[in-house]
């Protein structure tokens, strides 16, 4: 446990001298091992040094870490927040993609002079602070000219020192490596391009979403298209900031650039790295890293952290916590179409040592989703959540606050519900269908029935989308963890089809679509059709006739759906 910012990461490999500045030069070579340095200074000083020097510090809910992202509506100016970008290369300052304000290093001035180089090295280190000074407000001009008037602000080893007065200037950072390879500080006051209309037109066109000239079909799916193209990036739809820095990660990926993007806005209080060290993903990585509390239902994880010593105040739980994500590319016919991250790694670092815990499961324990649940329905929750991007609920002590809970935690954990396992989703079903058919409460919800309505929606969506999900494991011949027949499959499509049609009162245009698309896919199965489908019925065993019987009543129940798909559009 740490008792003072400034004790933080003293035994993870660096050659500290004092709280900002080092015993010896850095030697910092690879985009992997700035990386490692960024983390290190940027969790001190963003992070911990607040967190310590602000009673009223607000922690990152677990929750927030799980995608879908959700933007919040509150800005806290007194926190830090900046981006940069990193490249695995030197900079060629006419050829970049950007605009920024050039760094000299003084290696590659100096190591090109013959002879005495003094000087030069002087007119380097003006020019490096007169660039700096000039993108700082004034106020800060005299501190920062009696701090580092004689410094080269170019060498990493001044980058913890330059920190609180980098975090005091707008727009980006630039890191790169010199003509020798070393990592120094390129650049500041970078703009991150991003040409937003065209990215999203693009994207939606190749995923479906969008046609040429079709504006209804646009403006029905561009804010699901722009949604899902930045949580690809890690980010909701939010500030300008993250939106270009984004945008300007995917276009760097396109380049085949070796680089790191990094973001720390003033309303998630986390740093977002977007990295891409190979060619051969089709999306960068994604990470974030947060201070979080751990819920005290979690007692084993808790002694372990304890124990390790890794919490940076252990009253409070609180934790540095790190999320690795796996993109997912957009797949129409899968009913959990709108996932485009999901948790890979959860790593908690130490405050200290900045050694890794890699085996607790710290925002994805069901138990704490299903305790929410329970709290949320019971009006015992006292969280914040936001209600359709545009209204902050601070508890639920009234049945329309509860309800408005509802919808958000439906929303957030809706891909979650529809893919766990049978018992969580029993048990979720328990606690809603109590709730929401409770005789008790029908004067109540009829009093907000469009507030229910949206709820009941919402819930019937889950309910639908999770028979689907079914079918889905099932055109893959896989049934409940196990191997299935053709016969099996056909068996269970058809009774689960049968019990999906009456549900359909709730129309849901895009599980429909899915309906068919899956049912089409195991009624087009080359086996299937070769073996029994073409052949005629005394030329088939009695297993394969009943294969052959099943197949019709597939058949039926598909043009069924296709019917009822055309007349709702009709």
Known sequence: MLTRWEDSFRECGLPWKDDVSFDEPLSVTSLDQLRDFLDVVHIRHCLLRPFFEQQDYPLI?????????????IEYKNLPGFCMVAFGRPMNYFQEIFQYDKLHSLLDVTGKAEGQACPLENNIIVQNTTTLQNRLPKSLHDEFRSRFGK?????LEYYPALMPLLLEMDRGQVMAQDSFGFYHLAGVYASFPS???SEIKRFGLHIGKFAVGDNELYERNRLFVYQFLMELYGFPIVSERRTSSALFARRLHKLGEHFMVRVLGQTDRTITTIKNGSNLRHYPTVDKIALVPVEPEQTDAIADLAQGGYFVDEKRRVIILKVTYRQHKFNADNVRQERALSVERQEVIHPVTGQTLTHLNIIKDTSNMFLRLNDIVRGEYSGRIIYKRNEIIENTDTDE????FLYAWLSKHQRRIIGYSDEFYANVVKVLDNYLLSPDRYEVFGSMHELYQEVWSKYSYIQQA?????LEDIQDRIYKGERISYGTM???AVELLRNLKFEIVSYFDQLVASVIATGESMLNDRYLVRNYIEKRDEELTEYGRDIKRLYGK?????????AIRRSRRE
């Open 61 to 73: 809910d677990s929750r927030e870490l799980l995608p879908s992202f959700e933007g919040d509506l």
């Open 151 to 155: 410094t080269d602000v170019s060498q």
């Open 195 to 197: 040409d937003l209309d």
């Open 401 to 404: 606050k509860r309800l408005k």
């Open 466 to 470: 999770r028979k689907v999900r079914y």
């Open 490 to 492: 056909l068996r269970e």
């Open 554 to 562: 597939l058949v039926a129940l598909i043009d069924e759906f296709r």
